[in-house]
């Protein structure tokens, strides 16, 4: 089956840094992905949506100058939290789809702490 | 997303079948209906998808009604690694994928 990697797994960051966090098709090409987001013991959020080359589509709500989203390849999309704060904290989750658009493959995730 | 509806919980004993349902009564004719489960601390892991007929692979059979309003996850032998929030999607737009709050599945020994 299609893999997905993320990385890092966690992090843990001060307030006010930024932190990148990688998403990538380890068997495939990615022509979309997308990001979500999961709080404890809630479901995963859709936050953006990036197609390869273009800018990302953010969700309602979403900001997109804090979460920067860059997906310069096929293989390859990054989510930066900017100036991250403790409300950031969360569980952050990449998926990909390729020809067959109808199939999204997830990453991992990766757990953000900001203390 | 058509809306999806799901029970929060369900029990099952291990070894036993699991039948886990879902209510799409807004689907419309060409949207799937696809199965994810979420194991704690893990990313979702496909299960199965389908559009009007039923659907088997290695890891469940997916039963979808005539009128697509309901469906039918069907796990044939339960384990404890079975144990997961099960999510039943039906997207919509640009594949986007909108999660409910699934239903989480107790396998019990």
């Known amino acids: 089956g299609a893999v997905v990697s993320q990385h890092p797994s966690w992090v843990i960051c001060k307030s006010g840094t930024s932190v990148k966090i990688e998403c990538r098709s380890l068997?495939?090409?990615?022509?979309?992905m997308f990001w979500y987001r999961q709080f404890p013991k809630q479901s995963l959020m859709l936050m953006a949506t990036?197609?390869?080359?273009?800018?990302?589509?953010?969700e309602q709500g979403v900001e997109k100058d804090k979460f920067l989203i860059n997906h310069a390849s096929l293989t390859l999309s990054t989510l930066t939290v900017t100036s991250a704060h403790p409300e950031d904290s969360s569980f952050y989750i990449c998926s990909a789809s390729g020809l067959q658009l109808n199939e999204q493959f997830f990453g991992p995730g990766t757990r953000l702490t900001v203390l | 997303d058509a809306k999806t509806t799901q029970p929060p919980s369900m029990d099952c004993a291990e070894g036993r079948a699991a039948n886990l349902p879902c209510n799409h009564s807004?689907?419309?004719?060409?949207?799937?209906v696809y199965w994810y489960r979420q194991i704690h601390s893990q990313g979702p892991q496909y299960i199965i998808h389908?559009?009007?007929n039923n659907e088997t692979n290695e890891m469940a059979s997916l039963i979808i009604t005539e009128d697509r309003k309901s469906s039918t996850l069907i796990l044939p032998h339960a384990t404890l690694r079975d144990t997961a929030v099960y999510y039943c999607?039906?997207?919509?737009?640009?594949?986007?994928?909108?999660f409910g709050s699934g239903t989480k599945l107790n396998v019990k020994p």
């Open positions: 999607i039906a997207p919509r737009n640009f594949n986007k994928f909108y």
């Open positions: 068997d495939f090409q990615a022509t979309t």
């Open positions: 807004t689907i419309s004719g060409n949207e799937y």
């Open positions: 990036s197609n390869e080359g273009s800018k990302a589509t953010y």
């Open positions: 389908g559009l009007k």
